[in-house]
């Protein structure tokens, strides 16, 4: 069996008379001798008749009003920001800032106590401040030295009276 | 690029200097092709009424930028696609049989609602549009789209390339497949008849 070349494209161009005159002669010479190509323009051309008909959703009684309802909405939020249409813009540059910001209070030391166990960690910081002054005050090496064997300042207090 | 005057010139041109009024009539003028070319797109209606609602809201926010380039409704349409692109997006969480189940019913309703012919030539048009409806679902999106728009909205070919930013050729044979697939996929009712 001769097997034949089915112009099928054409015939979808063909329904839109997309074709040229020569095209058209052609198609139709192929048509009127092939059942396939025949049956494949009837059932496009069927198609489409059907869904001309358009038996679609019907449009709401108050579609348009909710429609120009929700737009003067719309307008009316637009009108509120308007004057913050630079801050986009601006985005960045607050972004850094606020970034650098919180940096600064994050490594500044007064406002780091915020929890009790931060207290209390900074007062024995404290104190251990203190304790150096006053090693560092003991005017002699035999006072120094007599604090470390002995550990505490209250003991040398005492060996002293 | 080529200037299209719209039929609804005026009309826009009003509505972008702020024509309420004029907008009230554009989308009067426009709201049921927008709902027919959503229907066929989701195939829902709840989901049709609030994606033309949406599509024109947000076609009235942008219309100064429209610049008569293709007509209106095509520039509606393309909003409207891309309305729905987004809900599907959304959509992939929600339950995929039971919203088969509700298309189902719709296409039942929907049949049943069309105005009255004569007893068997009404039968014949409500079972014929419910075999397209149930296989015009079965469409990949983008075939669904371009038979929508030519066969059902009958925008031209070059309308379309400037809807959906396809090349004339892409339009062609992707409108072919679609009718193509159609065809086989309704032959087998339709033929018998
Ligand atoms: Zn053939």
New binding site residues.
Partial sequence: MKS?F?PRKKISLYLDQRLSPEEVQKLEE?LSV?K??RRLLQNMSTMRAVLREKPSVSVRKDFVSRVIAGHRRQQADEAFWIGFESVPRLLPQLAFVLVVVLALLWSWPQLEITTPEAVDDQIARVSVLDEREMISNLTTYDEALRFALNGTYENMEGDRK | MEYYKDEYYDLIKASQRGDVKAAGKLVEAHAQAVHDFLFHLCGNRHLTEDLAQDTFLRALTALKHYQFRAPLRAWLFRIAINLYRDQRRRKIVRNIVSSYHDNEQEAENIVSNTSVQTPHAELERKERFAHLYKAMQKLPESLRTVIIMRDLQELSYEEITQVLHWRLGTVKSRLFRARKELAELLSDFWEEK
């Fill in positions: 034949i089915h192929h092939c396939s190509c």
